[in-house]
C-alpha cells in the first residue's frame, strides 16, 4: 500500500512503534525505523536539526515521501494508533496519522 508521508508523520509514526515486544513486531519496528530514517540529503537539504528530544525542519523545503507498505508495516502502525486511543493517548499532532491509517470512524 502506497503512503505519501511528510517530516512530521515520518517522525510520528517511528515514534508510536514499539520498543519491546515479540519478534516479529520488533523485526516490522526496526524495518520501518530504518524506512522512514532521513537520509543524510534530506537532514542538510531540509535543515533538519534535533535538540533534546526536539526534532526541527524547514517546513517550507521538505516535501511528501511515497513509501510502499506492506500488511505488516500498516498492521503494526494501525495496531499502535488503537492502543494509544484505547488509552486515551492520542495527541492533536497525532490525528493527521490516525485519519491516514484508520479514519474518521
Known amino acids: 500500500m502506497k503512503?505519501?508521508?511528510?517530516?512530521?508523520e515520518r517522525l510520528d509514526v517511528r515514534n508510536i512503534l514499539p520498543i519491546e515486544g515479540g519478534?516479529?513486531?520488533?523485526?516490522?519496528?526496526?524495518?520501518l525505523?530504518?524506512?522512514?530514517?532521513?537520509s543524510e540529503t534530506e537532514v542538510v537539504e531540509w535543515g533538519i536539526d534535533q535538540v533534546g528530544q526536539k526534532?526541527?525542519?524547514n517546513q517550507e523545503a521538505t516535501r511528501e515521501v511515497e513509501y510502499d507498505?506492506?500488511?505488516e508495516d500498516v498492521s503494526l502502525i494501525v495496531s499502535?494508533?488503537?492502543?494509544l486511543d484505547k488509552?486515551?493517548?492520542?495527541t492533536l499532532q497525532l490525528i493527521p496519522l490516525y485519519d491516514m491509517f484508520i479514519g474518521e470512524n
Open 69 to 71: 507498505l506492506n500488511k
Open 3 to 8: 503512503y505519501k508521508l511528510g517530516a512530521r
Open 87 to 90: 488509552l486515551g493517548k492520542i
Open 33 to 38: 525505523h530504518k524506512l522512514l530514517a532521513f
Open 23 to 31: 519478534y516479529k513486531e520488533l523485526k516490522v519496528t526496526d524495518r
Open 80 to 83: 499502535q494508533l488503537k492502543k
Open 55 to 57: 526534532v526541527n525542519w
